[in-house]
């Protein structure tokens, strides 16, 4: 409990030390960056920490947390000048209901994710030994970049920024590892819940303000009458914002695809009979095709999937099979998943930097980053403050989770595009200038992107310098496609309201002439992309070197004409998928693409954001289905996985915008239908978070008891690694050396819990890290040879070889080598024994090179 309170009050008062930056910078945002000032000034102290940690300049210790906690409070106070009190005043008392709003739910979403975690707090299976081990070897590092804990004499090669926020809130609280990485996976899911809360609150507020985004351009057209787009005169409603923003956090974080309400389908044996055999068989479930549920349930029936794993399915809903029939699987994770799992992975670590990214696109969309700088001999309509926000925010993405920086850097482009239109059409309609064409517009997009990209990773710098990657470029996709029920299945909850959006839009807006034009655009994109991947698909096959390599993944060896006709028959025959993504971009182009010679535009400013956040969705989802990147895996786990994610976060947030609108919007029969589909959407998208929470906890019945502490299993299953686990954490820094075993097992436990590197942990996660094995040579061998030899005089090669400080000597390492420890006795003195495990330290001269 006190920890818990700890780490709030830390980052409360962070939080509020900062808010005079997100003030300034984010003027045009109705909330001016409250809901967002916690992830902003985290990350901000995080940067500043880590540049100069990894500059030599400071180390990693409380007084360099200290001084880059110093730098921020010059930047707030510089920011904070020019604000006068009576201005915060006024504020407050204006926006007092969304402060409140922001501090319960930030409150309960960390008070109540904390309580889950210490329902089910162990930090072990899937990828949390890894993020654990990171944790502690940032702890434990003098200097940046961090060593790797499973791979002694080189650095993490990983994009590990979240490592460092998490460790750095752990070192200045004095709060263990163990206890750390529990609160770190509750913070985050409040961070991101006050992000989603606060970019629906300022979507709303400016649709409002701006009175349906008609009352600016009545003022320049000169245009009367008191009703807006959809015909009412008074359909908004400013006090009732705050609550309706709730529905940000509960649409992305809560709310689950449609997988819960199969499996209780299937628990329940519906539309399952039995043949004249006895066997149970469904012609509905072996359709649908979705792995464990096309198999029979399990007698007796019962509404409460009890499957072992049953939860995990719900991050599996996408299948994949190759040329040759075999399945593959494919990752589709969705946030409640991830926070339900507990991996403290990358692309959960940077959900509240990404909802703090469209926030900055947001404000440059509605006018708050105005100013002009020069880049080359371009000209970027955007203040320089704004601009270096912008490449600090964006650039941290990269190192917190790689592939979100281009996708946000193209949202903040596209944002600034639409900015640049709106300014253009609005100095049209006074007369003082022609129209801006789509060719400049392009040209305005690449120039920020490019200017973005570019400082975005020259202030990550020493990042990129030491970082190596198992990404190795664009692979065409040809023959897996995403079935239309699978697609429903993960995103049936988004889709419904945004259908429903876009078409009231597309009614009120009333120039059905451009959904032809949409609907060109939607179609000569898709059929671009399959052009583009069959050929770079012949390409590819020309070449000698990689011909093999390519049809091998696709289990396509010797049958190129069966590849090249399936990749057009698995298309025809699976045509719901692309159909609905066509669909989805044909109604959201033909609103968002440049109107020349149209003299007004009725979309409000906002709806324009939301439909900005739909088409760059829409994008992430088409793109796989033509492309996926090449990696280790060999087809589009991770692309998937990777672009799907934040299809989820940008589909949600639009999807709750578009919901308020058309529930104030709506009348009569529609209106009704509206919001009876959306509470059927919602409580279906509700059952799998009720139920997998309950399986999870075991009924919030935790196995050791109640608490935080990831690490406390340990102690039930071994008291004396426990206490060896402790002696090692706090010994000199030296190089250990243990057993060395597959990934998601026990083994690299030693190096994991103590911060100390060890010569090898999981070899699968450091080939994947670094592209190959190059890095590791013959360690494993090395180690099981030190473990097994007769031979003191190799032993003392191998342990020179790895400059080792500590050998270890415990249950796993007899029953994995048969440890010859004789010669470890006869030779070197135990430093710490305590029933089966033993630690043996090596002299300094004899492990030196």
Known sequence: MSEFILWYLTVTLIGVISFPLTYRLLPALPDRGYSLNRALSLLTWGYFFWLLTSLGVTRNNPGGLLLALGVLL??????????????LLAWWRERRNLIIGVEILFLVAFAGWSVVRAANPEIQFTEKPMELAFINAITSSERFPPHDPWLSGYAISYYYFGYVLVAMLAKITAIPAGIAFNLGIALIFALSAIGLYGLVFNLLEIWGNRGGGERQRRALLGSGGGRDMNGSSNSYNSSSNWMAAFLGPLFVLVASNLDG?????????LFWREDPSGQLTSAFWNWLDMRELSQPPAEPFSWMPS??????????????????????EVIDEFPFFSFL???LHPHVLAIPFALLAIALALNLFSGGAKGHMRVLKYHLNINPHSFALGAVILGGLAFLNTWDFPIYVSLFSGAYVLHRKREWRLVELTGQNTPIGSWSLAGDFLVMALSLGVTGVLLYLPFYLGFSSQAGGVIPNLIYVTRGTHLWVMFGIFFVPLFGFLFYIWRKEGDWNRLGKGLMLAITLVSGLLFLALLMSIAIITIPTLKDLFLGSLGAVGREAELFRQAIVRRLTSPGGWITLIALLALVLGLIWPREGK????????HKFALLLMLTGALLVVGPEFFYLRDQFGYRINTIFKFYYQAWILFGVAAAYGTVVLIRQLRGIWGRLFEASIVVLLASALIYPC???????????????????????LARQSQDEVE?????????????????GGSYSEYARVATHSGKPTVLGWPGHESQWRGGAEEMGSRQGDIERLYRSNDWTETQEILRQYNVRYIYVGPLERSTYGVNENKFERFLQPVFKQGQVTIYEVPRVASSS
Do not use: C
């Open 74 to 87: 010059g930047l707030s106070y510089w920011a904070a000048r020019g604000i006068s009190i009576h201005e």
């Open 261 to 269: 309400v199969l499996e209780v389908l299937h628990a329940r044996g």
């Open 307 to 328: 499957r072992f794993l049953w939860w995990w399915r719900a991050s599996r809903v996408v299948q994949d099979y190759d040329l040759a029939g075999n399945w593959r």
């Open 341 to 343: 799992l507990a991996d």
């Open 599 to 606: 003299s007004a535009d009725s979309i409000p400013d906002p």
């Open 691 to 713: 139920l997998s929470l309950w399986t999870k906890t075991d009924g919030f019945n935790p196995a050791y008891g109640w608490t935080l502490d990831g690490t406390a299993y």
């Open 724 to 740: 060896a686990l402790r002696w090692l954490e706090a010994a000199p820094s030296g190089v250990v050396v243990e057993a060395v």
